[in-house]
């Protein structure tokens, strides 16, 4: 039964990267596009799913971060909001 539970956890758990690598893809979609309003409701999605979903730790913590720089950077500095994604993107592939 131990089995069927963890995979089951497992299971969610690819749920939950799958809806975070969609969600940041979408933000990348966004920058590009300059649609500013979409992309700050992304943001705040894949912000709420990190908090809600994600175990305290440094991957839930820099995923967080790099909500929070793109936002603060997409109007001034685009180059270093697509950064932040790509960094993103990165971290939730190494899962």
Same mark, same amino acid.
């Given at each position: 039964?131990? =089995? &069927? ?5 497992? =299971?969610? @758990?690819?749920? +939950? ?13 966004? +920058?590009?596009? &300059? %649609? ?7 943001? #705040?999605?894949?912000?709420? +799913?990190?908090?809600? %979903?994600?175990? #305290? ?8 971060? &790099?909500? %929070? ?5 997409? =109007? @001034? @500095? ?16 190494? %899962?």
């Amino acid at each position: 039964m131990s =089995d &069927g539970d963890s995979g089951g956890r497992a =299971d969610a @758990d690819g749920d +939950v990267d799958a809806a975070l690598a969609e969600l940041v893809d979408d933000a990348r979609s966004h +920058v590009r596009a &300059g %649609e500013s309003a979409e992309l700050a409701e992304t943001l #705040d999605a894949l912000e709420a +799913v990190a908090r809600d %979903e994600l175990p #305290d730790g440094d991957r839930r913590d820099r995923l967080i971060h &790099g909500c %929070e720089r793109v936002a603060a950077h997409v =109007d @001034d @500095d685009y180059a270093v909001a697509t950064e932040y994604l790509r960094a993103m993107e990165s971290l939730l592939a190494e %899962e």
